[in-house]
């Protein structure tokens, strides 16, 4: 199996791709580990040890220049949220012992790197809530200088040429940016070894199976019900893919699922209260991580010391399908993204700004509107055109869009009345605000939302005007409030909650 990442549509002045490094046992694909110790190291620096623990840490965590630029964009959606990159690779230390290597049932690399594992940590501004966005590694997208890829190589593209870890975070960094429209504010990376030493040393941590899983690629053997997982069998259970229906995409939920678990655990008195512990887990962060170089870990634990596992939510970007293409003439299996609906999708999860909620819908007469067409249905622009007009909106050609899941009323910032005004004729289309767009623009998307005649009277269980698409999927799906245990399909865009005691999921 290749180190190399899988080819692009275009490779422009990034060098050649190196050979391939010997390796017989490669782990299928490193999990969460970043995400485990950028909260386990916030959650422990807001406990009793905080003083100690940052001193700690501060002394053995790696800096690196990430980060690139002010952050303080004109367009930047989330305001003062913070939005800290989370990445997990499968490269091997280079202090990795034969023996460390064995336990992980895998071998020296080489100095292969592959950002298996890339979420979005989303933290509100008040540090009591917040949501880890996964973007899948075989996403398909634009990677700035390099032309059209998997989203898992960017990182790999960007140490070429002498850039180092430095460049692979940064031209990593870009592409999320580019494709998701929120703002990079942080980053934290660990490998595999920093993952499985973390757990080691926070001990076992439950989970909930509704089937048993079983995967020899993985090495997970797990009866349906609660299993205690030590740091070996939690590598196997995050790592699974094979026999999952949604591989990949199926595997993502049990990293979510395990990370909400492992915060709880985190929380728990046994290791709070256990100054050993806490020690012996400090050192396993400060040993693994890599960070960038503004970002201070008191701030993270000052804003983060009223957030709890039940707050701690999962979603992961809108996907249209997983094809095959044809690169090259060789075969390549992709993640699809819906990249139409990305703004819509990143709206849900940041709120809709107060100028939108605090405006008063204008009178349609007044309100110009063009209609494009990304549901994949024939004519359907059409037809929703000339119910708006037939409700008095100024209604320009109809036109076309990129396929997408989510129907949208697009608005430029100062025009959230008008905005208003055509989301009320839509049930359920989810008011975005963009720089993309020069006027109010409705997107139909495959939702099948679309706009009523007046006197046809909304729908009563249809989300309103603010809906999100995580509403939607919700509703559609049949799932319950966030803390039940029921798992709806993970090919959704709906935010999950897995940190309640009884979460279980298949």
């Known amino acids: 199996m290749s180190s190399q990442p899988d080819e692009t549509t275009v490779r422009r002045g990034r060098g050649a791709v190196p050979p391939r490094h010997g390796r017989q046992k490669r782990g299928f694909g490193v999990v969460l580990p970043a995400v485990a110790g ?29 980060i690139t ?16 990159l989370l990445v997990g690779d499968d490269h091997r230390p280079d202090n990795a012992t034969p023996e460390q290597m064995a336990e992980l049932s895998t071998e020296s690399d080489g100095g292969a790197t592959n950002t298996d594992t890339m979420i979005v940590l989303h933290i509100s501004a008040d540090g009591k809530d917040a949501t880890m966005i996964s ?16 989203l898992n190589s960017a990182f790999y593209y960007g140490t070429l040429n002498g850039g180092g870890p430095a460049g692979g975070a940064q031209l990593l960094i870009k592409t999320i940016e580019g494709l998701s429209g929120l703002t990079i504010d942080h980053y934290v990376r660990v490998s595999l070894l920093g993952f499985y030493e973390i757990v080691k040393q926070l001990g076992p941590v439950s989970v909930c199976l509704k089937e048993p899983a079983k995967d020899s690629y993985s090495g997970v053997d797990l009866p349906a019900g609660t299993s205690e997982l030590d740091a070996k069998q939690a590598l196997s259970f995050v790592r699974q893919r094979h026999g999952l229906p949604n591989g990949d995409l199926d595997r993502q939920v049990r990293q979510q699922y395990f990370l909400s678990q492992e915060a709880r655990k985190i929380l728990s008195a046994g290791t709070l209260l256990n100054p050993v512990k806490t ?42 399908g997983t094809p095959t293409i044809y690169v090259g003439g060789s075969a390549l299996s992709i993640v699809e993204v819906d990249t139409a609906g990305m703004p819509a999708f990143v709206q849900s999860l940041v709120g809709q700004p107060e100028a939108y909620t605090k405006a008063t819908a204008a009178d349609p007469a007044s309100v110009a509107v063009t209609v494009l067409n990304g549901s994949g249905v024939t004519g359907a622009a059409g037809a929703a055109a000339t119910v708006l007009a037939g409700r008095s909106f100024q209604v320009g050609a109809p036109g076309s869009s990129d396929t997408t899941a989510t129907t949208m009323v697009q608005y430029p910032a100062g025009m959230e009345a008008q905005a208003k005004a055509v989301a009320a004729a839509v049930p359920g289309a989810v008011a975005v605000q963009t720089s993309s767009v020069q006027g109010v623009t409705l997107v139909l998307g495959t939702d099948g939302k679309t706009a009523v005649a007046a006197e046809q009277p909304a729908d009563p269980a249809a989300p309103s005007d603010a809906a999100s698409p995580s509403d939607q999927a919700s509703s559609d799906s049949g ?12 090919t959704s865009t709906a935010v999950h909650n897995y940190g309640s005691a009884d979460a279980c999921i298949y």
């Open 479 to 490: 799932s319950s409030d966030s803390g039940s245990s029921s798992e709806p399909s993970p």
């Open 69 to 84: 630029g002010s952050t303080d964009k004109k367009d930047d959606v989330d305001g003062k949220a913070m939005n800290i």
């Open 279 to 320: 020690t012996n887990v400090i050192d396993a962060i400060g040993g693994s991580i890599e960070t960038d170089q503004g970002l201070d870990m008191l701030s993270l634990a000052t804003q983060l010391r009223n957030l709890r596992p039940a707050n701690i939510k999962s979603a992961t970007i809108p996907i249209l």
């Open 38 to 66: 950028v909260l386990t190291m916030a959650l422990l620096l807001g406990g009793g040890y905080a003083a100690y623990a940052y001193n700690r840490l501060a002394s053995s965590v790696t800096k690196v220049d990430a």
């Open 135 to 150: 973007f899948p590694r075989d996403s398909y997208v634009a990677i700035p200088g390099v032309g059209k890829g998997k």
